[in-house]
């Protein structure tokens, strides 16, 4: 008895096509900024890997230039990343996904904890190979116990 199972690599988005220099170029990478950071979430956090580099980048200049959508960064959320640069990329994508699958939340802080909880879902699942530092130990102690907004002083 053999059994075969299949995995379907999640593939890079042809990001290449936007170049993000004009407000119709950011208007247009709306459409494509989603599933960036379905890819971030679909692909294990491997600080060499190129299409993740490019990846993150790419959404970090959409966010930062789109005149569609504002993202609140949470400074205190991100104090719990220890500096991570990938931590914080998920936390980017994060924010680009709840934003953009709950556009009825306005709330600041729940997009925040909305963001944050796709992070430590990521985290919490160890084929994504993620460093878990104390700080970030503790906001998944917190998330599992329902205490996250608290721990966060939200």
């Known amino acids: 008895m053999y ?37 971030l979430f679909a692909t294990p956090m491997v600080t060499d890997n190129e299409n993740r580099i490019k990846a993150s980048a790419f959404l970090n200049r959409w966010m930062d230039g789109t005149p569609t959508y504002t993202f609140v960064i949470d400074e205190g959320i991100l104090e719990y990343f220890d500096n991570d640069p990938e931590l914080t990329d998920m936390y980017m994508a994060a924010l680009t996904r709840f934003t953009l699958q709950n556009p009825e939340i306005k709330n600041k802080d729940k997009i925040a904890v909305g963001a944050l909880k796709q992070v430590l879902d990521y985290s919490n699942d160890d084929k994504n190979m993620v460093v878990q530092t104390k700080k970030l130990q503790q906001l998944l102690t917190a998330n599992q116990n329902n205490r996250l907004e608290k721990e966060l002083n939200l």
Do not use: C, F, N, R
């Open 3 to 39: 059994i075969t199972k299949l995995t379907h690599a999640q593939s890079m988005p042809a990001i290449e096509g936007y170049s993000l220099e004009t407000e119709e170029d950011y208007i247009d990478a709306d459409k494509i900024s989603p599933t960036v950071a379905d890819y």
